[in-house]
């Protein structure tokens, strides 16, 4: 843990005339003694796919949790749309414009999949709590229009017909699936994916890396997301940012990022980067 | 354009035809004051073991703090129509109904006032509350003495049945909104905790106001409700409409809230906290919603119960009872309404049974070997409780079916699979 001498990577200059959606600046969390994430900086850009990924443990999750709000951060900033969200309670964050899924799926799992995305809706129902004590016609005006908008949006994920199946006896990619609606039901402009490979096997994550172009294209999302699953980074991420041991050692293009010594140190151990380069050379000649 | 549902329909039909046939019942005399008491009695459970359901079983905080706030709402209740039976004074129903009226408004703005200023701990929170409180039942006190003879004075010039009715009703809600506020208060500080620390709270909560009430006359300066010895001289005047009326409204109360986007954000604190954060769900706001309206209907339980047998001793709200709404909540099914509601009438009807009917003279002291015996043997049968996940179709949750929608309004769904992205990959 101590080899850890080097700087983090610093932030490349962003393109001007760019919105940034959120930025991070600075940002740190320490649990007692232990640094899980430290000076860590990321800017994302409107409309873009970044991939945050690292080995076990670099505190990819704990950053997700200090944006989501579930943790306050130590130091440092997060900034949404160049507002100051870091002090703000969860629900105030994601009624702000940011979602999520987690890393082992958090459905609401007795309920209905039709009830988990009117969950999400529930901030903009429309209706207050008079009007459903006292069933007023507001109340069933507006709940009726909820559902046929989350029925709408179930088809949109071909999830229409499984709207009476309670969510935990789906299967796991149905599951899967049914989280990310969940999460974008709100409306969000950016979209935190905590692992959403997981558990998956190659046809699903085909699947998978197909609904994250589409989602992102309809509902104009700017995405972050953690993965493990090389092919699914290497294959949708438009830039990368790795991390080891709570800090950022290096950002890139995903070719950038495969070549990298201080990444592949990272993943396989110190000296695997000189090794991996004379495989290189004796496969070339 | 309002079109009723059939479940609707066939509840409210089966509602005034069960009241009806009972009344008549209870008129004729075929059904003794024996059954009276039952009926009333497990009407009486119903309604705080649906309070407690909507805690535990729909929000998913394990409470034993239904029980104080029962005891609350009988004696609050039991104290001020006293005060109008026995003394012919209006006094105690004035301070009640400014107290709680001054504090209810007090708390509105007050929370008001703290959401707008950000990072307010809860126990700041909880001391602005109480100072204001406090300060406002005093005020409380000094207006219900200014208006008391004018009021007294009005209230006699009524038909002596009318204006104890009237009293009685004001007392029932004015008890439901004293028990919700102070649950309110307790709540603030004690929901943050995590549900079995906060079943402990809560216990602590019951043995509080036990305590309390058995030294009422010394500690708290109300000789009238005699400590230990037990208060006497309650009128007698729970009817079964009565009853009946706010266990109906109870049961609608419930289901309209449950099958609603707010009954759905506080089921959503059951399954997943982090989630429900997570998707804008205020999760503080929702546990302490739920409380308080759980709270609110021990309050009314508790007013109808003190005005069933006219004596009310603070044994009766021990801790120990405090299990008993837990029983029939876990009992009847958590997170059932209508097995919530069948349970507090088996519970009534065991208890009371063994104790007159089904046991031989001298084996009464046997019942609570009988009755623990009946559970466990209930719970292994049917760890789903007594009905199960069944409920009548007025409470069900029924979705509806999918629209006839045009062909062209659904967006293309994702292609299955893109294979210029794999090779990509692979390569």
Request: charged share 15%; glycine share 8%; hydrophobic share 50%.
């Amino acid at each position: 843990m101590t080899t850890q001498q080097t700087t983090s990577v610093p932030l490349e200059n962003t393109r001007s005339g760019e919105t940034i959606v959120l930025e991070i600046s600075n940002l740190s969390k320490e649990f007692g003694g232990l640094k899980a994430v430290y000076n860590f900086d990321l800017s994302l850009p409107e409309h873009s796919l970044t991939g945050l990924i690292g080995p076990n443990g670099a505190g990819k999750t704990t950053v997700f949790n200090m944006v989501t709000g579930i943790y306050t951060p130590t130091t440092g900033s997060i900034k949404l749309y160049g507002e100051e969200i870091t002090h703000l309670e969860p629900h105030e964050i994601n009624q702000m414009g940011i979602a999520r899924t987690f890393q082992n799926i958090r459905l609401f799992p007795n309920l209905t999949v039709l009830d988990n995305v009117r969950i999400a809706y529930h901030t903009h129902a429309g209706y207050s709590m008079y009007d459903s004590i006292l069933r007023t016609s507001r109340f069933s005006s507006k709940e009726r229009e909820l559902t046929e908008k989350t029925q709408d949006f179930l088809s949109v994920f071909r999830l229409e017909n499984r709207q009476e199946e309670i969510a935990k006896n789906l299967p796991y990619g149905e599951q899967r699936r049914l989280e990310i609606a969940r999460a974008l039901a709100a409306n969000p402009k950016l979209l935190l994916l905590d692992e959403p490979a997981a558990g998956m096997n190659p046809a699903e994550t085909v699947e998978l890396m197909d609904l994250i172009h589409f989602i992102r294209e309809k509902f104009d999302l700017t995405i972050l997301l953690i993965e493990h699953q090389m092919r699914v980074v290497m294959g949708i991420c438009e830039t990368i940012t790795v991390m080891d041991f709570g800090e950022v050692i290096a950002r890139g293009t995903p070719k950038d990022i495969q070549s990298n010594p201080r990444v592949i140190e990272a993943y396989l151990g110190p000296g695997a980067a000189a090794l991996s380069e004379k495989f290189k050379r004796k496969k070339s000649q | 354009m309002k079109k009723i549902q059939r479940g609707t329909l066939v509840f409210a039909i089966g509602a005034i035809l069960v009241f009806a046939i009972i009344q008549v019942l209870l008129s004729l005399q075929i059904l003794n004051s024996f059954w009276f008491t039952i009926i009333r009695i497990g009407a009486v459970m119903a309604i705080v073991s649906l309070g407690l359901n909507l805690i535990y079983g729909f929000n998913g905080q394990f409470s034993l703090g239904q029980w104080a706030f029962y005891a609350i709402g009988a004696y609050a209740s039991a104290d001020a129509t006293y005060r109008w039976t026995q003394l012919h004074s209006a006094l105690g129903v004035l301070v009640l109904l400014f107290a709680v009226v001054l504090s209810g408004v007090a708390i509105l703005l007050i929370g008001r006032w703290v959401s707008r200023i950000r990072g307010m701990d809860a126990l700041s929170q909880f001391a602005l509350y109480l100072i204001a409180t406090v300060l406002l039942v005093w005020v409380a006190v000094l207006l219900g003495k200014a208006l008391d003879a004018s009021v007294t004075a009005f209230l006699a010039s009524l038909p002596k049945n009318v204006s104890l009715q009237i009293v009685f009703f004001v007392c029932i809600i004015l008890a439901g909104l004293l028990a919700a506020e102070v649950s309110f208060l307790f709540g603030l500080p004690v929901l943050t905790l995590g549900s079995d620390y906060f079943g402990i709270a809560t216990l602590g909560l019951t043995i509080i106001v036990k305590v309390l009430l058995d030294n009422s006359d010394t500690m708290l300066g109300f000789p009238e409700m005699k400590g230990a010895r037990g208060m006497i001289g309650i009128p007698k005047i729970t009817t079964w409409f009565w009853v009946f009326t706010f266990l109906i409204l109870a049961i609608v109360i419930t289901r309209n809230l449950l099958l609603s986007s707010y009954g759905r954000a506080i089921i959503s604190v059951r399954e997943d906290e982090i989630a429900a954060k997570a998707m804008g769900i205020d999760i503080a706001f929702y546990k302490t919603l739920t409380f308080v309206i759980g709270s609110f209907f021990a309050g009314v339980a508790g007013a109808l119960y003190a005005h069933i047998n006219g004596f009310l001793h603070p044994n009766t709200f021990n801790f120990i009872k405090s299990f008993d709404p837990l029983i029939i909540v876990v009992f009847g099914g958590l997170g059932s309404v209508t097995g919530t509601v069948a349970a507090s009438f088996a519970w009534a009807l065991v208890l009371e049974g063994f104790l007159r009917l089904w046991l031989p003279e001298g084996f009464e002291t046997w019942r609570f070997v009988v009755y623990p015996l009946l559970l466990l043997i209930m719970m292994l049968l049917k760890p789903n409780g007594l009905l199960g996940n069944y409920e009548i179709a007025y409470l069900r949750n029924l979705i509806p079916p999918l629209r006839n929608k045009n062909e062209n309004q659904t967006p293309p769904p994702p292609p299955l699979t893109v294979a210029t992205d794999t090779q990509e990959v692979k390569s």
